[in-house]
């Protein structure tokens, strides 16, 4: 069964540019949430989507948003882009279940954007 | 607010070694506890979850333990070895429903396993 597919795995783009991030989920996955990782900050939770729809949202700036289509495919776009989003963005999809272990987020391998 | 804490932030051990991953939190409202590992530039492998009504999960080598009551969660690897050098994360999901799809994420352990 193929995992979680993140598109593509290397960006580099210039200040004041915008971006689109593409996460494909596990087969069966509902729930796509995406991440945020730096030295600095460590991993955070930037938002999730479940059925087309967010649901939860991170403390991050208006500039950071997302969508997810019927097929639960999901991007992410950041608009923009200032010097500090430069990160490795991960996302995750999950089944979403009161099942025991369907609710484990399994990740993908991320994107890393480097904006100078 | 919802804090994890993982210490020690690094650790180097010889070959074989049985060690211990520590993982607090603040908030004991929480809906599951999960642990990752993470090698270098790569995404997170899931290792175990554990629900906020278990006290313990094994798989293989390895065991994590919860006390949700005192905030805290620990993994135990068994005889260690090269290949477990990685970066180990713990994460919870806080309970209640504006909490969806999101996972508090502590710091992380680098563990070094010395052949």
């Known amino acids: 069964k193929a995992g979680v597919t993140q598109t593509p795995r290397y960006l580099i783009k210039t200040r004041g540019q915008q971006v689109t991030l593409s996460c494909s989920p596990i087969?069966?996955?509902?729930?796509v949430s995406w991440y945020q990782q730096t030295p600095g900050q460590g991993l955070q939770f930037l938002f999730e989507?479940?059925?087309?729809?967010?649901?939860n949202k991170g403390n991050f700036p208006g500039r950071f948003s997302g969508r997810q289509f019927s097929n639960s495919r999901s991007e992410m776009n950041v608009s923009t882009l200032e010097l500090g989003d430069s990160a490795l963005y991960l996302c995750?999809?999950?089944?979403?279940?009161?099942?025991?272990?369907?609710?484990?987020?399994?990740f993908g391998a991320g994107t890393r954007l480097s904006v100078l | 607010k919802q804090e994890v804490t993982q210490i020690p932030a690094a650790l180097s051990v010889p070959e074989g070694e049985n060690l211990v991953l520590n993982c607090s939190f603040t908030?004991?409202?929480?809906?599951?506890l999960q642990w990752f590992r993470q090698d270098p530039g790569k995404g997170l492998t899931s290792l175990l979850l554990i629900q906020s009504s278990q006290r313990e999960q094994t798989s293989g080598r390895l065991n994590a333990s919860l006390d949700k009551s005192s905030g805290r969660s620990t993994l135990y690897i068994a005889a260690s070895q090269p290949g477990d050098s990685a970066t180990y994360l713990c994460a919870v999901r806080p309970s209640g429903s504006g909490n969806t799809g999101k996972l508090i994420f502590g710091q992380g352990t680098t563990l070094q396993v010395k052949p």
């Open positions: 908030d004991s409202a929480i809906y599951n």
């Open positions: 989507y479940f059925s087309e729809t967010q649901r």
């Open positions: 995750a999809s999950s089944f979403v279940s009161a099942g025991l272990d369907k609710n484990i987020q399994y």
């Open positions: 087969s069966g996955h509902r729930s």
